[in-house]
Nanobody
Framework: QVQLVEFGGGLVQPGGSLRLSCKAS???????????MGWYRQADGNKRELVAT???????NYAESVKGRFTISRDTAKNTVYLQMNTLIPEDTAVYYC??????????WGQGTQVTVSS
């Protein structure tokens, strides 16, 4: 079993920046690796939606709504993924969930971290 823990959410004014990070760990799987890590978000009353993902080979995929504002990166050796969010707008307000998938098609999710963009 793999656990994902997010860090870095909070309250920011429109136009501001935040950086989220997420570390994957396991007490039972030594030397595990995740083929894909990334971020989804869910705003009140909405379905969970893709924000950005990155493969272990470095291929990134972004939602159209965040292209040019958000940047995903990962440190594969540390099993950590980051999301740099710039030029935040109120519509970015949501709970952000870290996700990862392994080579056996198991999907893992973090507990989520709240991001609120408001003046």
């Amino acid at each position: 079993q793999v656990q994902l823990v997010e860090f870095g959410g909070g309250l920011v004014q429109p136009g501001g920046s935040l950086r989220l990070s997420c570390k994957a760990s396991s007490r039972t799987l030594l030397g595990f690796s995740l083929i894909t890590m990334g971020w989804y978000r869910q705003a009140d009353g909405n379905k969970r939606e893709l924000v950005a993902t990155m493969t272990d080979g470095g291929t990134a995929n972004y939602a159209e709504s965040v292209k040019g504002r958000f940047t995903i990166s990962r440190d594969t050796a540390k099993n950590t993924v980051y999301l740099q969010m710039n030029t935040l707008i109120p519509e970015d307000t949501a709970v952000y969930y870290c996700t990862g998938s392994d080579y056996e098609d198991h999907d893992y999710w973090g507990q989520g971290t709240q991001v609120t963009v408001s003046s």
